[in-house]
Each structure stands twice: as structure tokens, then as C-alpha cells.
């Protein structure tokens, strides 16, 4: 008698949903498991795990990483793998803080707010498509693989924000603190809701995600249409159909007459210009300047979108469930650090813990092990 | 009838497949609770039509595919013991070796290199990873001499002929001592006296008690070299007969039922009696292959309107080549192609202005540039019909694959099932029937029924003769099937490494054509 592995034929009604579903709780309980060894209270660790699930505090993260993870996906679908997601997000700031703090500064030559909205938009999404190109044309003219070449891009992103927040971008107005300075209100996309929340922890909890929600307004719209788009690309579009194509046999998109090393292009730029769009998205409303040596302060976004685009199975449908457990894990973890239950491994472990069963489940979804016979 | 019959047959049973069940996602039923004995050496051809399940069993019986239920048990020396085949490498380690249509041979290796890989993998005859080559070398220069056979072991796999590499694959299996041979398609197309010498290699074979199952669609071929005729349908056995005792004709009937098996002759298809203008033009045309190596040798070819011209040979002359630079797949070392009255110069045009101009091309290598496997009928088929559309037409698109899909009988249980579920004679068919809609001024066709039944393949000829006669489309055929050739073809050329030779007209006798195909 010996194991062998077979792959399943059939598969069962939201699969996909169910084994999500499966994966975070069996994670989080070997996660509890481990931490009970380790002599701290599972009760506790679950009560800040689960907290985090419920806390309106994710909002940011949920509607950044969804927005990001559909960009990916989109380039992950033709297997072009852009790690890049970091560095097309923070290049994209660039322009942002240029048009907002250089060209049009309210004080010395102000411009209608949307229109400096519309621009900052527009040269983010160019510089986060032109910064995601370059890996697309080493891919597509020098068959040089796409995976070392973002990840490099990423650094030297960091590196020309860092130069730039530290030479010709740096502020007057920082209290002595290195970094631009604030970008003008009026170009600011928050609506600050002054309510303190009151009443029962529903009533509470409502409160405060009303507020969130208002905060972020211009990452929820810029979420919603990102993940209509992406719906409509992929049903709709011939360009949808090719990227997929592109994914599973470019051969035959060659033999059809289509250019692939054009699709290459197009999928990056794509995947780019999505998530530049909302690098300068969250400049306008959440991060308000650049600061320096931004790769330490921020919360490594384009990272954990390649984990959402993954999670997901490349499945768009599954990109909001994905963001909002990679976003909940995330707060989970610093829940945790802030109850003083452990340091950041505390996230690190948790994450780690979840992918384990996730993997684990996905190989038992997808193949079946049997008993056979000699 | 067979000028081979066995007469002494043993009965001893070699492998019993028994109850053998396999379906695949999406409903399609591939085998069901099929039995089947192989005895000690017999030749048994596994006969039936595109769908039946015939690759599926194979698979199964060589480790490619484990069957949802159902026992298979191999003869050991105390008897027959149920088995789990679970990898082909397992096959082979159980003495079952299968050798596929497509030579499965690395090319950049030598012939040594590639028979090593396999010794090695089975650590069998004492070779593992760290053997010397020369050890090897001379376990298979023993072999070699065996048979009578004069290789050179030292030669690059793509060096060789397509009839070299399946001799290379036949000695492989005898080198690690397979008890069990299966030949799925291999010898279907090789040229008669090629595929002589290799029928008396497997009579050799059969002599020392091994077996072969030979998977085949061409009843001929079953009826001339085996011992016994399985015959599947839909999934199910239906006949297992002694070949002496049946004709062709109960076979075919076995394999389509009645009312089909009528629809099979090998008449001539009647053609134009004038053509139109010319459509395809090539001039002292040169080509390399994948490795740099001219293969196609200054080739001259007119095709007219209305007319078929056939290309016959043997797989791996520079046919894939010629076809593949005339549609603008594969860059033109020197030479010129127009297409389309002169008026389009593929070497300055590239494949989308090719293709846009209604130029079909049913591939040589139909999962390379024919399929996209991972995707449906219909998305397979928007690519080719929504070319000029941004917003892909999908109630339109679904309307043509349907249509297609019952025009050419795709077994399929809906036009949405991903073609990776498809058996590989409808994946051909719903790439010919794409192609076939595409072509509206010429079409490039590589052996457009190399994998389909008799009655499939039938239909396939007469839809390129009719798009031919009554579309006024320009056809360049090119089929290792020779029989295909003769029967549609107005205009016949041979290629033969890299050259052509021709133009024959389909009159020429057969054992001329045959004769430039091996000289």
C-alpha cells in the first residue's frame, strides 16, 4: 500500500469562499496554539485578532490593497509578475507633489482644485504605467525576466524619492523634520467628519466607519471603479481576453496575428498605470506629504497586493475578500503589538500562520490523496 | 488482412484492466467500466473514433492518468497483482512503456544523453546519474546490434528523422525490457516501406513474448499487423474480436454504427476545372528551423484560387517551416511569399495583416499555436472572430461556436467546457472549424485530420474541397497522410529535406510519390 496524489475533477460550490473561509481559521488557530506554548493567552490574542476582523480601522488598507490587487492581478493574469507594485505606487507621488507644491502652491499661483486633482491623477497613472513599462520592454524586446527587474525598480524608486524629498522637494515648513511639506487643503480629498462616537458599541462601530468611510472617500470611488473596470475588462474587453490568453498560451495569440510583446506592454501599463493612479490617490488623501526614507514609514502596500492578487487565485471576484483579510491580518498584528501581546513578529507569525493552512487547503482542494496499491 | 497473424499466441494473461472508469471536470465521461486482457505476446490495436476514449485508456495504462475507479493487475512471477500505475516513470518501472506520435525525446540531447535520462531516472541495468556514458553507450550499442540498426548514439536528437526518433523510442523501451508496448498513432503516417520495417520490428518483438497495443484510427493499419481488434465507443467496449475472423467493414461498423460507417469512401473529391488568380506565391524561399538550420531549401510555389495544392512527406522535412513562414510566423531567411495576388509582401506585412486578409492556418503544432487550452470553445474562437473588435460581440461569438460545434460534431458538453477537457480529436476540430470560417481568401492547413476518426476526417476533406471549389480559397495542404494528398489535392509537390519535387498531378501513381517521400 502507498499514497499517491491525484488531481480532483470536481469542485464544490464556492470553493473558493469555503477554503478562504477554512484557511483563516485553521491559521489563526494554529496561531493560537503556538502562542499558547509560548505562555501568553490565546483569549487575549484572539479577542485583538478578532477585533481588528470588526474594526472600522481597515478601511485604509482594505480599499488601498483592493484597488492595488486588481492592478496586479490584471498583469498577473497574463503571467507577467510585477513585484513592482511598491515602486510604481510611490513614483507616482512624484508629479503629485510637484504640480500641488511647485506649480500650482495655493500661495504664489493657485488653479481651480479639480483640474490640479484631475492632473496629479493623470501624471500618476502615466508615471506608475511609464515606471511598470520599463520592466514590460526588458520582458518583451530583451527576454529578461520581470520579477528581478521590478523588484530593482522598487529600490530605485525609493532611492529617487528619498534624493528628491531630500533636495529639491524638500520642505520649508516641516519643523525641522525631513520631508515635503503638506500638501494645501484645498487640494486635500478628505471629508473630515467631526463626530466623536457615542452610544452602544453597534452604534459606535457605525460611527466610526461612517467616518472612515467619509475620510477615504475619494479610495472608496477610486476602489469601486477599479473593481468595475477590472470586472468589465476581463468580460467585455479584447484586450481582457488577450491578457488571459497571453497567461495561458501567448503562441496562439501569436499565430492569431496579435503582437505579444505588445500585450506585455499593455498588461504592465495597465497594472501600472491602476496603481499609480492610486499612489497619488493616497497622497492626496491619506499620506498629505512625502516623507523621507519612505520605504521605513509606509505600509509597503505594493507587497502585500501581490499577496491579495495570489490570494485571490487571480480570481477578481475573490480581490475585496483578499484585501480585507490580508487588511485585517495587518491591523491584527498591530492590535497585538499595541496590547503588548509581542513585537511585529507577532504579524509576521500570524500571516505566516494563515498562508500555511491557506496552501495547505488550496493542495487538498485542488488534489486528493489516495491509498493505492503496489 | 494481415500478412503477420500470430499463430501461436499464448494465453497468458499480461495486464487486465478491469472496470476502468475515468471522467473528466465539466461532465465528460472518457472511459466507462472498461475491461480489457492483454495476453503474452500479441499485437492488439485499440481502435475507435475521435472521443471514444482511446487515449484516455493508454493513459491510464502508462501512468499518465490514474483511473477514477476500477483494478488494473500485471503479470509477476507468482501471477497477476493488482497495481497502482501512478506515473509514467512507474509504468516503466512495472515494464509498461508508451511511445507517443510525437517523439517524447529531448531534441538538444544526443540519442545517448536522452536514453540515459531514462536509465538513470529507473536505475535500472545498473545506470544511475553518476553513470559513465560510455557504459551506457555500449548496453545500447549491444541492443542496437540486435536488431540490425546503425546509429550513430553520439547524433543530436533533432538531427534526426521523425522514423529515426520512433526507432529511438522503441529501443528505448526494449533497452529497460518493457513487457508491454503501447504505440499511440506513432506509425500511423510513416510511408509504407518505413512503416514495413517497423511492423517487423514489433513482430520481433511480439516473438519474445512482449505486447504491444497499437492505438490507431486507421482501420487498415489495425486490420493488417494485429492479433486481436478492441474497438471503444463513447467511452464503453464494444468489440473485442480476433482479427482473422472480421473485415473491415464490421469494424468501422463497430466504431461509427451503421449509418455513419456508410459515409467513409476514398474516392477523389471533384475540383475546379479553372483556376483563379494567384494567391499564394513563394520564391526561392529559405527558412530555419528553431536551431538554425536551413530547412527549407529555396522553395518555388504558386497556389490559385480555387485550386488545392498538396505537400506531402514525412514529418519533419521542413514542411512545419514552409507553412509556418508563409502565414508569418517564422522570420524568412531569404526568398519572397506574396500573398493574395502580389499584393501583400509577408516579409514586410507580418502575421496580423496575413491573417486579416482572410488567411486561415491550421497549425502544425496545434497546442503551441493552435489552442489556448486553459480558455473555452468560445473565447478560442473570439480571438479569431472579434480581431477588429475592442468590445468583444459575445452573444454573435457564442452564435458561430455553436454552430461550428454542431457543424463538425465537437463532442463537448457545452461551448463553454475549457478545451483542455476536449479529447485531442476535438480540439482539432474546433480549430479547423475556426480556421476553415477564417479562411476567406486562402488557407494553410497542416495535417488537418491527423488526429480524427475515419468519418470525421471525411468531413473535414470535403469542407476544404467545397471551400476550395465553391469559395474561390486558395489551399495549401500540407498532410503526412498521403491518402489525404490523393484524394483532395489538384496540384501535388513532395518535400523531402528542405526541397520540393513536383508538380505532380493526383494521377501520378502512388509508389512514385512514395519513392520521393524516402529516397
Not at chain 2, 31 to 53: K, P, T
Amino acid at each position: 500500500m502507498r499514497l499517491i496524489v491525484v488531481k480532483r475533477k470536481t469542485t464544490f460550490k464556492y470553493q473558493a469562499w469555503i477554503y478562504t473561509a477554512m484557511s483563516l481559521f485553521l491559521g489563526i488557530l494554529v496561531y493560537l496554539i503556538i502562542m499558547a506554548f509560548c505562555g501568553i493567552s490565546p483569549v487575549n490574542v484572539l479577542v485583538n485578532v478578532a477585533k481588528s476582523f470588526i474594526s472600522p480601522n481597515i478601511v485604509k488598507d482594505f480599499l488601498v490593497l483592493t484597488a492595488m490587487g486588481c492592478a496586479l492581478l490584471i498583469s498577473f493574469r497574463a503571467a507577467l509578475w510585477n513585484i513592482g507594485g511598491e515602486g510604481q505606487f510611490y513614483m507616482a507621488m512624484i508629479p503629485g507633489a510637484i504640480f500641488t507644491l511647485i506649480v500650482f502652491n495655493p500661495q504664489y499661483n493657485p488653479a481651480p482644485p479639480p483640474i490640479v486633482v484631475i492632473l496629479v491623477a493623470l501624471s500618476g497613472m502615466f508615471i506608475g504605467a511609464l515606471w511598470a513599462l520599463l520592466a514590460a520592454l526588458f520582458k518583451a524586446y530583451l527576454k529578461i525576466d520581470e520579477v528581478p527587474v521590478t523588484l530593482i525598480l522598487n529600490y530605485i524608486a525609493y532611492y529617487t524619492i528619498n534624493y528628491l524629498v531630500y533636495g529639491p522637494l524638500k520642505g520649508r515648513y516641516t519643523y525641522g523634520y525631513l520631508r515635503t511639506d503638506e500638501i494645501p487643503g484645498i487640494y486635500r480629498l478628505n471629508i473630515k467628519l467631526h463626530v466623536i462616537p457615542r452610544g452602544d458599541t453597534l452604534q459606535v462601530f457605525l460611527q466610526s466607519m461612517v467616518a472612515q468611510l467619509a475620510y477615504y472617500i475619494a479610495l472608496l470611488v477610486l476602489a469601486i471603479l477599479i473593481y468595475v473596470f477590472t470586472w468589465w475588462f476581463f468580460k467585455y474587453c479584447k484586450i481582457g481576453l488577450y491578457i488571459k490568453i497571453h497567461g495561458s498560451n501567448p503562441g496562439y495569440l501569436q499565430a492569431q496575428g496579435v503582437n505579444t510583446k505588445h500585450i506585455t506592454l499593455l498588461a504592465m501599463a495597465i497594472s501600472g498605470a491602476i496603481i499609480g493612479l492610486t499612489g497619488s490617490t493616497y497622497l492626496l488623501s491619506e499620506l498629505g506629504r512625502i516623507p523621507y526614507e519612505l520605504e521605513r514609514q509606509t505600509a509597503g502596500y505594493g507587497y502585500l497586493a501581490v499577496l491579495v492578487a495570489w490570494l485571490s487565485l487571480l480570481d477578481y471576484r475573490m480581490v475585496p475578500i483578499s484585501a480585507y483579510i490580508v487588511s485585517s491580518l495587518r491591523n491584527a498584528g498591530i492590535a497585538l503589538q499595541a496590547a503588548g501581546l509581542g513585537g511585529a513578529e507577532q504579524t509576521f507569525l500570524l500571516i505566516g500562520s494563515i498562508l500555511l493552512t491557506y496552501s495547505i487547503i488550496r493542495f487538498l482542494v485542488d488534489y486528493e490523496v489516495r491509498i493505492a496499491w503496489k | 488482412m494481415s500478412n503477420y497473424r500470430h499463430k501461436n499466441r499464448e494465453n497468458v494473461v499480461l495486464l487486465s484492466a478491469r472496470n476502468i472508469s475515468k471522467s473528466f471536470p465539466g461532465g465528460v465521461v472518457a472511459l466507462d467500466r472498461v475491461s480489457l486482457d492483454l495476453y503474452a505476446g500479441e499485437i492488439l490495436a485499440l481502435v475507435g473514433e475521435n472521443g471514444s476514449g482511446k487515449s484516455t485508456l493508454v493513459k491510464i495504462l502508462c501512468g499518465v492518468y490514474v483511473p477514477d475507479s476500477g483494478e488494473i493487475y500485471v503479470r509477476e512471477h507468482e501471477g497477476l497483482r493488482r497495481v497502482t500505475i501512478s506515473s509514467p516513470v512507474d509504468a516503466m518501472i512495472k515494464g509498461i512503456v508508451m511511445v507517443s506520435q510525437i517523439p517524447q525525446l529531448v531534441d538538444n540531447l544526443t540519442i545517448i544523453e536522452n536514453i540515459s535520462l531514462t536509465l538513470a531516472s529507473l536505475r535500472i541495468r545498473g545506470a544511475n546519474f553518476y553513470s559513465s556514458l560510455s557504459k551506457i553507450s555500449k548496453i545500447m550499442s549491444e541492443e542496437f546490434e540486435k536488431i540490425g540498426i546503425k546509429i550513430d548514439l553520439n547524433e543530436k536528437v533533432y538531427n534526426l528523422t521523425y522514423t529515426q526518433k520512433q526507432l529511438v523510442e522503441i529501443l528505448r523501451a526494449m533497452i529497460i525490457n518493457a513487457r508491454i508496448i503501447l504505440i499511440d498513432e506513432a506509425l500511423t503516417y510513416l510511408p509504407i516501406l518505413e512503416k514495413k520495417r517497423f511492423y517487423q520490428l514489433l513482430l520481433n518483438l511480439r516473438e519474445t513474448g512482449k505486447s504491444i497495443v497499437l492505438v490507431t484510427h486507421k482501420i487498415p493499419e489495425a486490420m493488417e499487423i494485429s492479433d486481436r481488434i478492441a474497438v471503444l465507443k463513447t467511452g464503453r467496449l464494444v468489440s473485442v474480436v480476433n482479427t482473422r475472423e472480421v473485415t473491415p467493414e464490421y469494424i468501422r461498423t463497430a466504431m461509427f454504427g451503421e449509418e455513419r460507417a456508410k459515409q467513409v469512401r476514398y474516392s477523389r473529391l471533384e475540383s475546379k476545372s479553372v483556376y483563379g488568380e494567384e494567391r499564394i506565391v513563394v520564391k526561392e524561399l529559405r527558412v530555419e528551423d528553431d536551431y538554425g538550420r536551413e530547412v527549407v531549401k529555396g522553395v518555388d510555389l504558386v497556389v490559385r484560387a480555387g485550386e488545392i495544392v498538396g505537400i506531402a512527406g514525412i514529418t519533419g522535412n521542413g514542411q512545419r517551416e514552409l507553412a509556418e513562414a508563409i502565414v508569418g510566423l517564422r522570420k524568412v531567411k531569404s526568398g519572397e511569399i506574396y500573398i493574395n495576388s502580389n499584393s501583400v509582401n509577408v516579409k514586410n506585412a507580418g502575421i496580423k495583416d496575413i491573417r486579416e486578409l482572410g488567411v486561415g492556418f491550421i497549425p502544425d503544432r496545434l497546442f503551441e499555436h493552435g489552442i489556448s487550452l486553459e480558455e473555452d470553445i468560445v473565447e478560442n474562437i473570439a480571438v479569431s472572430v472579434a480581431r477588429r473588435d475592442m468590445i468583444i460581440p459575445w452573444s454573435l461569438i457564442e452564435k458561430i461556436s455553436s454552430d461550428l460545434v454542431s457543424t463538425f460534431q465537437v463532442v463537448t458538453p457545452s461551448i463553454k467546457t475549457p478545451t483542455k477537457y476536449l479529447s485531442g480529436g476535438n480540439v482539432l476540430k474546433v480549430i479547423v472549424a475556426r480556421e476553415l470560417e477564417a479562411a476567406k481568401k486562402a488557407l494553410i492547413a497542416c495535417n488537418p485530420t491527423r488526429t480524427l476518426d475515419e468519418v470525421s476526417a471525411m468531413y473535414v476533406r470535403e469542407k476544404i474541397k467545397n471551400k476550395a471549389v465553391s469559395e474561390n480559397i486558395a489551399v495549401l495542404l500540407i498532410s503526412e497522410d498521403l491518402d489525404e494528398i490523393l484524394m483532395i489535392s489538384d496540384t501535388i509537390y513532395v518535400m523531402n529535406t528542405g526541397k520540393l519535387y513536383g508538380p505532380l498531378t493526383p494521377e501520378t501513381p502512388r509508389e512514385e510519390i512514395e519513392k520521393l517521400m524516402v529516397m
